[in-house]
């Protein structure tokens, strides 16, 4: 190869939305490296060809390290990539997003001060590094068009959940209500939920609990749900 060419940095950076008192949130940590020291970012870092088999391994292998979490799933966003995003220079970062229930979190690694999830509402308080700024509120975008054609919401309920729960998921990501008779329709189109036996108390009265069929696939739907 050329000596005039030379190769960018390459990281993997990933968002991870969760849903609590109906705040739509998102997981940070607190850098205790160089660049943006004491910033707050998304949890990435570089590729180890020594011991990731892809990109996928390096995202999980970060998210760990950094947060203590490991995600169900992990979905590519798309690859970002500028000559400005870093100031050691062209860099290109390839980032995923995910929704997950609400755990607690702890790093596990020097170069991470505190991981913490932070509502989206209060992110202009901080100051972020690089680009993650942009790179979340694409993550939002397409979680938010996931939501209106998928059952990805189910992914942040416990266990067991009841419709009111669902509907409360589904109404803060989109930050839109949506008919509850229309989200019944999709529950019974989808075939991926049980009617649990038990009920808990709701509003005055005995409301059903739901669960995942064991295996069940995420179904995706040819029309977005009714508003």
Request: glycine letters at 4%; proline letters at 5%; a neutral charge.
């Amino acid at each position: 190869m050329s000596a005039e060419y030379t190769n960018p940095l390459f990281t993997v950076d990933s968002v991870l939305f969760t849903v609590k008192n109906e705040q739509l949130l998102v997981l940070l940590v607190k850098r205790a490296q160089a660049p943006f020291i004491g910033d707050w970012g998304l949890p990435g870092g570089f590729i180890d060809e020594k011991i990731d088999n892809n990109t996928d391994a390096t995202a999980r292998r970060k998210l760990q390290a950094k947060t203590g979490l490991s995600p169900a799933y992990l979905e590519q966003l798309q690859a970002i990539s500028g000559p400005d995003r870093d100031p050691r220079g062209f860099s290109v970062t390839l980032a995923y997003f995910a929704l997950v229930a609400y755990q607690d979190v702890s790093p596990q690694i020097a170069s991470v001060e505190s991981a913490s999830w932070i509502a989206l509402k209060d992110l202009a308080k901080l100051n972020l590094a690089f680009d993650h700024l942009h790179i979340i509120e694409a993550a939002r975008q397409r979680l938010q068009q996931k939501t209106l054609y998928s059952m990805t919401p189910v992914f942040c309920l416990p266990t067991q959940f009841t419709i009111a729960q669902l509907k409360s998921v589904i109404e803060t990501i989109i930050e839109k209500p949506i008919q509850r008779k229309s989200l019944m329709r999709r529950i019974e189109a989808s075939d991926i939920f049980e009617i649990s036996e038990e009920k808990i108390p709701s509003g005055g009265r005995m409301a059903q609990l739901y669960t995942l069929k064991p295996g069940a696939d995420l179904v995706n739907f040819e029309r977005n749900l009714s508003l």
